[in-house]
């Protein structure tokens, strides 16, 4: 299979195929849009839908419910991939975008902890796994479709537009959370706005929907079904048979494995470490992140273009090995960006204020902020949050602190370039793995074979990244409480999970992968 000439495929116009890319990539941004949001929210979700005695343990059960979803995409890949390669890629992938569109909707509906209690994590776990089931089956058709309408040679090129949905649908997640948050309010969203980007959703997935129902059926999958060369059974033919296996394995531990964890501590583990451990302020925290996936963004399509000439390993290696190699610093450096014990406070400038909100329940909130300026233009606020009843005017609950940091121009721009630079080794990793994948396994079980090692690699490898990152500084933070100075940047500890996946990714990558572009014997 693999360095065999290629059957010559008919030609597709541009027009043509830019419509494929156009229909396709709508659903899957609009699917990754859904997927996001509820990582976006994490922080807000883990105190609506989790007991708020125990913050970290509230935002610990959130990213392992947000994390369970990836751990499902597997056997998404696999009903979901057998299905495309027995029935079409169109059909099923439009069953994917109709399940998604209806789980992120629902979630959306759900009473929080303090109305229903447990059965409120219950039901969000519960959908959380359709998605996950869903997107398992979502991304290997939307890539295999394009792909096979895609001209000999241009397949990295092409796909690469598929590969810029998953960042643009965080995007558009965090664009919409921003404008959903500015236009209600701060107090409003936390209390119920926050509802508002998952039920919008639907709207997203219905225009999906219909735009999908006009797409034909992939040519190459049209001619194997004319033929009678469908795979009776593309489970079988892809795990059961040696060399084909070697390939899925090959394909996890060489690429998708690695892949994984950069693509999500770049995009998601940064957004988490400048909220909880830079402690900065909601809508700058988005900001950042939002202007680093724009800036990067283009360069999907860049490294995608380029591994069509140079081959897809050298830049996917090359991805991981400076994610490996720069992480600690970067993340070190953009801790020190908000860190208060090394500025300068301009004591006299401190201010206090206090406000009383009456919530839906009668209840009572009070907000006791008190903002601290620095000489460098940081700005800090320690906010307390208390909870009264409004007839015994007793305490209904322990105090909420947190803080908030905004941080001044210079600092805000280097951070924005800190987290580029990772969404950029993202780019690098992420823009020719769909056309690596493609071109790894026959047209006939194609869907099965690639969905299975990608959905691993990134739903359980690069998905579980957030929550054993945050736990692994959890438990380093406690450490230094026991033993203080136990660890010396307990902050830094979460890295040494992409860190060592990416390594091992790498060395069997550096080892096993050939660097040519693989094609396939009967496209």
């Known amino acids: 299979m693999v360095g065999k000439k290629a059957k010559t495929q008919q030609p597709v116009s541009n027009r043509a195929l830019f419509s494929v890319i156009s229909a396709s990539s709508v659903g899957t941004l609009i699917e ?47 009903v979901f991939g057998r299905l495309g390669d027995l029935v079409g890629r169109k059909y099923t992938f439009l069953v994917t975008l109709i399940l998604m569109g209806g789980s992120t909707f629902a979630i959306g509906l759900i009473p929080g902890y303090a109305t229903i209690g447990f059965w409120a994590p219950l039901l969000v776990l519960l959908l959380r796994l359709i998605q996950g089931l869903a997107l398992g089956g979502e991304y290997g058709g939307a890539a295999t479709y394009v792909a096979e309408y895609a001209p000999e040679g241009r397949r ?88 084909n296996l070697k390939m899925v394995l090959l394909a996890l531990f060489g690429a998708t494995a690695g892949q994984g964890v950069i693509w999500y501590t770049g995009q998601f583990y940064a957004l988490s470490f400048i909220q909880k451990a830079c402690n900065i302020e909601f809508v700058q925290s988005n900001e950042i992140v939002a202007i680093a996936l724009l800036a990067a963004t283009p360069f999907f399509v860049i ?35 908000s860190d208060l014990s090394i500025r300068d406070e301009l004591t006299d400038a401190k201010t206090i204020s206090r406000k009383l909100t009456k919530q839906a329940n009668g209840d009572l909130l009070t907000t006791a902020t008190t903002t601290h300026f620095y000489t460098d233009g940081l700005v800090a606020k320690d906010i307390e949050k208390t909870v009264t009843s409004a007839n015994k005017s007793a305490q ?9 940091v905004t941080l001044p121009d210079r600092s805000l721009w280097l951070m924005i370039f800190l987290v580029f630079v990772q969404v950029l080794y993202v ?97």
């Open 427 to 523: 780019t690098m990793v992420y823009g020719p793995i769909a056309a690596f994948l493609v071109e790894l396994f026959p047209t006939r079980i194609r869907y099965t074979s690639m969905s299975l090692p990608y959905h691993v690699g990134n739903g359980i490898f690069g998905g579980l990244t957030p929550f054993i990152a945050t736990a692994l500084v959890a438990t380093a933070t406690k450490a230094n409480e026991t033993a203080p100075g136990s660890v010396a940047k307990p902050y830094l500890e979460g890295l040494w999970y992409p860190i060592l996946v990416a390594t091992v990714c790498f060395v069997i990558g550096v080892l096993y992968l050939n660097n040519k572009t693989y094609t396939t014997a009967d496209d």
């Open 303 to 337: 490294f995608g273009g380029l591994s069509d000439r140079i081959g897809r390993k050298s830049i996917m290696l090359a991805g991981m090995l400076l994610g490996v190699l720069t992480y600690r610093p970067i993340y070190d450096k953009m801790y020190s960006l």
């Open 156 to 243: 990295g090129f092409y796909t690469s537009f598929i590969q810029t949905t998953a960042t643009l649908g965080l995007f558009v997640s965090l664009g919409v959370i921003l404008i959903t948050r500015e236009t209600l309010g701060v107090d409003v969203f936390s209390d119920w706005g926050w509802r508002v980007p998952f039920i919008l959703s639907i709207l997203l997935v219905a225009v999906s929907i219909v735009i999908r129902m006009k797409m034909a059926e992939s040519p190459l999958f049209s001619k194997l079904k004319s033929e009678g060369k469908i795979s009776k059974n593309p489970l079988a033919e892809s795990f059961g048979k040696k060399q």
């Open 32 to 78: 990754w849009y859904d997927f996001y949001i509820f990582g976006s929210l994490a922080a807000i979700l883990s105190s609506q839908f989790f007991p708020k005695d125990n913050p970290t343990a509230s935002l610990l059960s959130t990213l392992a419910t947000f994390a369970a979803g990836f751990v499902v995409r597997p056997f998404g890949a696999l």
């Open 396 to 404: 209904v609950s322990p105090p909420e602190l947190t803080k908030a």
